[in-house]
């Protein structure tokens, strides 16, 4: 029993603030439903926020509310997690004011956005690629930026993803090796060299590229021992220059050995 009236304050409370907030929802006056999506806002109710300023903003198109509500509109959203609108809300906001007091943030907003949807390394990556040409925008229109560092954080980690799963692809060929068929020479061994260099060349400061080079190798490799004969000295010798690469750029490299014991091998059947 005594929970009860515990509580009881707090339930009253929430049934006036939930009359308050129903009673403004059906308010006709602009400003004032304006004014309590402010009030809101401060708050961190950003859902109400966002409902009132749903139908607020195309009502205040061309007064002067209108650029400071349509960016507390995307805000609200941000502020629900809901990252896709709250990015499609920045950019509304950001094109139709391009000099406006809140366009650089809102620049940064839209594409941080959609930084945070960015998905898995498996899962399509579009929401990736957008962030990152959202994030190079800002960086060229805001080069003395107090978040450029940040920006620059954020691409770099976004590179990394994109790295991944390339990575992913260039291993998921190498795994399938002849398992399937393909109707060209290689096969999946070749489609995961293909990837493998791609991939260093779009991201040469990768932390994965030891591991391109290392996959690259070991499918020429595979290449070469599957070949025909009249073809295995030229394939070997690819394989070589492989090798070569990978020990220029990795010394000490944490495939080094059985890179190595591959290139003897190739040697003895070269000699032989």
Known sequence: MKSIWIYFPVIIILFISCGEYNKV???????????????YFDKGKFSRSATLLQDIVPVMRGSSYEEEALYLLAQSYYGMKDYTTASEYFKTYYTRYQRGEYTELARYY???????????PRLDQTDTYKSMQQFQDFLELYPQSDKKEDVQKILYELQEKLALKELMAARL??????????????GNYLSCVITARNAIRSYPFSKYRE???????????EMAVQSVEDKKDFRYRDVIDEYYSYINDYPTGKYIKEIKNLYEKINKELNN
């Open 211 to 221: 591991e391109f080079m290392y996959y690259a190798f070991k499918s020429k490799y």
């Open 25 to 39: 929802l059906k308010n006709p006056d602009t400003m004032v439903r304006y004014e309590y999506a402010k009030k």
């Open 110 to 120: 839209s594409a941080y956005g959609l930084y945070m949807d960015s998905p898995d």
């Open 173 to 186: 060929y190498y795994n399938l090796g002849d398992y399937i068929y393909y109707p060209f020479p290689g």
